[in-house]
């Protein structure tokens, strides 16, 4: 089971962009119109926070600061500005130059999810399933509740494994063989990107930690 789902990451990545931080100017939108409609949401592990501080540092930019929420535990929220050739992190107030406040870049960036989120694989790997539908941004589906809905069969007791941007596997919270799989997945090599290594179970909606 492990090979396929290994195989189903590289299978993911083909194409896949590359993420970059805090700035790309020669590759910036130069106005609103084209500022909004790029906007995306993705997931990352909280350490990337640190990580972005690090780079703007670096790039002379000592006090800008990922903009970003917590969705549960160590995965954050990011909004990106999905490029033609690569996908660039907010930082906060970045939306001020395009008459954006920092509520307007999430609010518009989930609003994109939704309307490209609308075709989705699922993957039947055996006891364990995945969802797919753009390498980049798979992890993206945790905040997409449609899709969750319409998943055949999805189990009451719903645990998910989701140790990278492009790998959602899924599965039986009840089952111990599935909690095994699953645990293996999440703990398994992310390339770089990671989110977490924790199994997350889904509860009225809303994610949390699966001890």
């Given at each position: 089971?492990?090979?396929?789902v290994?195989?189903?990451?590289?299978?993911?990545?083909?194409?896949?962009?590359?993420?970059?931080?805090?700035?790309?100017?020669?590759?910036?939108?130069?106005?609103?119109?084209?500022?909004?409609p790029?906007l995306?949401?993705?997931?990352?592990?909280r350490?990337?926070?640190?990580?972005?501080?690090?780079k703007?540092?670096?790039?002379?930019?000592?006090?800008?600061?990922?903009?970003?929420?917590?969705?549960v535990a160590?995965?954050?929220?990011?909004?990106?500005?999905?490029r033609?050739?690569?996908?660039?992190?907010?930082?906060?107030?970045?939306?001020?130059t395009?008459?954006?406040?920092?509520?307007?870049?999430f609010?518009?960036?989930f609003k994109?999810?939704l309307?490209?989120?609308?075709?989705?694989?699922v993957?039947?790997?055996g006891?364990?399933?995945a969802?797919?539908?753009e390498?980049?941004?798979?992890?993206?589906?945790l905040?997409?509740?449609?899709?969750?809905?319409?998943?055949?069969?999805?189990p009451?007791?719903?645990?998910?494994?989701?140790?990278?941007?492009?790998?959602?596997?899924f599965?039986?919270?009840?089952?111990?063989?599935?909690?095994?799989?699953?645990?293996s997945?999440?703990?398994?090599?992310?390339?770089?990107?990671?989110?977490?290594?924790?199994?997350?179970?889904?509860i009225?909606?809303?994610?949390?930690?699966?001890?």
């Amino acid at each position: 089971m492990m090979s396929g789902v290994l195989a189903m990451a590289g299978a993911f990545q083909t194409g896949a962009l590359a993420f970059e931080a805090p700035d790309c100017a020669a590759c910036a939108p130069s106005d609103s119109a084209r500022f909004k409609p790029s906007l995306l949401l993705a997931l990352k592990n909280r350490s990337y926070v640190a990580e972005f501080a690090a780079k703007a540092r670096a790039q002379g930019k000592p006090d800008a600061k990922l903009l970003h929420k917590t969705l549960v535990a160590d995965v954050i929220v990011v909004p990106v500005e999905d490029r033609a050739r690569i996908s660039r992190f907010i930082a906060v107030g970045d939306g001020r130059t395009f008459g954006m406040s920092d509520k307007d870049v999430f609010d518009a960036a989930f609003k994109n999810l939704l309307n490209r989120a609308t075709r989705v694989a699922v993957h039947d790997l055996g006891p364990v399933r995945a969802l797919s539908f753009e390498a980049d941004y798979n992890a993206s589906l945790l905040l997409v509740r449609d899709v969750w809905s319409t998943v055949p069969d999805l189990p009451a007791n719903l645990v998910v494994a989701v140790p990278a941007r492009d790998i959602v596997a899924f599965g039986d919270g009840n089952d111990p063989d599935v909690l095994r799989r699953l645990r293996s997945i999440a703990t398994m090599p992310t390339d770089g990107f990671p989110i977490t290594r924790r199994l997350l179970r889904r509860i009225d909606g809303r994610w949390s930690v699966a001890e």
